[in-house]
């Protein structure tokens, strides 16, 4: 997983997950309490409620991206970015400043004039919104959109998604962003559920991961709660996102996503990465819990002979087993890279290998047990 340095803040596995507050110079937008368009009231919200809370980074909009609003021009957008300016340089607190944009000529001015990074919700669909972020050496996040400077993030299925992240390339410190939201009517509260449920295997792109779920739809139709009562979800899924690998989280609460955040970064499981003397050689434990995140790192180096069953193991239970099934297991399972545990009292058996090496057992067994063993393992591939 790279690193990337966003003017001298560091954003990868080995930092502390990471804060974006959110400011809005566009009355459309829909969290009022962050939306500005006097630069001095600008100025004090980002340094009491957001540098002031606690955000290492404060990510300035021009206008919103709700799909039912018409679409600001990179000049409409340049009228506005002199009260985005003025703000910066009105705040006595230090943060890294990012501007929301998906135009390449608002990013260049905005990037000469004292922003630090880009917040780029088209995904570089503007071709050379990538180029002005690599002259100027900034982290841009990068949010999954089609390739429509019109209509950002319209995007349903994770695998799209996935694919949509690397259009018109990734700079060395772009930060991925997959797009929760009813950014268009086709995509589903489902879409972004299963988008967060699947959220691990965009950390196979190996670039450091941005996500915006704060009072999202999808959760809080979890909860069936309204926006102003939505705090308490956000918080619960922020520590989950960490937990599967986000380094950014966007966020209009940011002393409490901070503290979830934390909590999220304190129980993730520590994944190894070790450096060999001289450096030469380095491994990393890769963060995979299921077949299809497997995938996704064999993909990246587009080796199609890899067999990524093997690289995930599984310990499954089974109960209410016959004795003659039992011992169909025991039959089955020399030479293989399996164990089986039994206890005879209950017929219950715990069955432990990898993906593979269970799923090549189901072909030589008998139904039922075939059958079930099949499923559970058509279950963890999760496609």
């Not at 596995?13 to 959110?22: C, K, L, S, T, W």
């Not at 002005?132 to 999954?144: E, F, P, T």
């Not at 309204?226 to 599967?244: G, H």
Request: glycine share 6%; net charge negative; hydrophobic share 40%.
């Amino acid at each position: 997983m790279r690193t990337v340095d966003a003017a001298g803040l560091k954003i990868g596995d080995e930092y502390p997950p990471r804060i974006m507050g959110v400011l809005n110079v566009s009355q459309k937008s829909p969290y009022k309490p962050s939306v500005f368009n006097s630069a001095d009231e600008a100025a004090a919200y980002v340094d009491e409620e957001l540098i002031g809370q606690g955000a290492d980074i404060v990510d300035i909009g021009l206008e919103s991206a709700n799909k039912r609003f018409e679409v600001l021009s990179a000049e409409e957008e340049l009228d506005r970015l002199d009260t985005a300016l003025e703000t910066i340089e009105s705040v006595s607190g230090d943060a890294i400043y990012s501007i929301e944009t998906r135009y390449h000529e608002v990013a260049d001015k905005a990037l000469a004039e004292g922003f630090d990074m880009v917040n780029d919700i088209c995904g570089f669909a503007d071709p050379k919104m990538p180029e002005v972020c690599a002259d100027y050496d900034v982290a841009v996040g990068k949010m999954a959109s089609p390739p429509d400077l019109e209509r950002p993030g319209a995007i349903e299925s994770v695998d799209d998604i996935y694919d949509a992240l690397f259009q018109n390339g990734l700079t060395e410190k772009t930060l991925i962003d997959p797009a929760f939201g009813g950014w268009s009517e086709d995509k589903t509260l489902a879409d972004d559920r299963e988008t967060f449920d699947r959220l691990r295997e965009f950390r196979a792109i190996g670039q450091p991961i941005l996500v915006s779920i704060n009072r999202k739809n999808f959760l809080r139709d979890v909860a069936a709660r309204e926006t102003e009562e939505a705090l308490p979800v956000s918080l619960a899924a922020t520590s989950m996102a960490v937990e599967r690998g986000a380094h950014i989280i966007r966020t209009h609460d940011v002393s409490e996503t901070q503290d979830a955040a934390l909590i999220g970064e304190e129980f993730t499981r520590e994944r190894a990465a070790i450096t060999g003397p001289d450096e030469s050689i380095s491994v990393e434990a890769l963060d995979i819990t299921t077949l299809t995140e497997a995938a996704r790192h064999v993909d990246r180096l587009g080796d199609s002979t890899a067999e990524t069953g093997w690289a995930v193991s599984r310990l499954y239970e089974l109960r209410g087993l016959s004795q003659n099934e039992r011992k169909q297991l025991n039959d089955r399972i020399a030479g293989e890279p399996l164990t089986v545990a039994v206890d005879d009292a209950t017929g219950t058996v715990l069955l432990g290998g990898p993906v593979a090496a269970i799923d090549n057992l189901t072909e030589q067994l008998a139904p039922p047990l075939a059958d079930v063993l099949t499923a559970a393992v058509e279950h963890e591939r999760r496609v």
